[in-house]
């Protein structure tokens, strides 16, 4: 089972990614978050808290966010090479955009 703060990091990660989805400017880049969401998924083993509606974030603002929720994973338990790789990802999509 899932502590309380790591639930909650884990909603803010895949809040923010599932919005930035939402509004991607290209369909290829919107598919990207979507891996990126579903690789999210994938290391908490499918197990994961529902996603909360972000309105009025900017995209800049939900980057950020989202790259401070998955480095927190690490402390959480999640194999840190893992989250850099996730997290280079992230950055390698928000440059497309």
Do not use: K, N
């Amino acid at each position: 089972m899932m502590a309380i703060a790591h639930a909650l990091i884990v909603i803010e990660a895949r809040s923010c990614l599932a919005a930035l989805a939402e509004t991607a400017p290209t369909f290829g880049q919107s598919v990207f978050y979507e891996r990126l969401l579903l690789r999210l998924d994938w290391l908490h083993g499918d197990d994961g808290p529902a996603c909360e509606p972000m309105p009025g974030v900017g995209r800049d603002e939900l980057q950020r966010r989202a790259e401070t929720a998955i480095q927190q994973l690490v402390e959480f338990g999640i194999d840190a090479l893992s989250v850099e790789l996730l997290l280079a990802d992230l950055e390698d999509v928000s440059m497309l955009g």
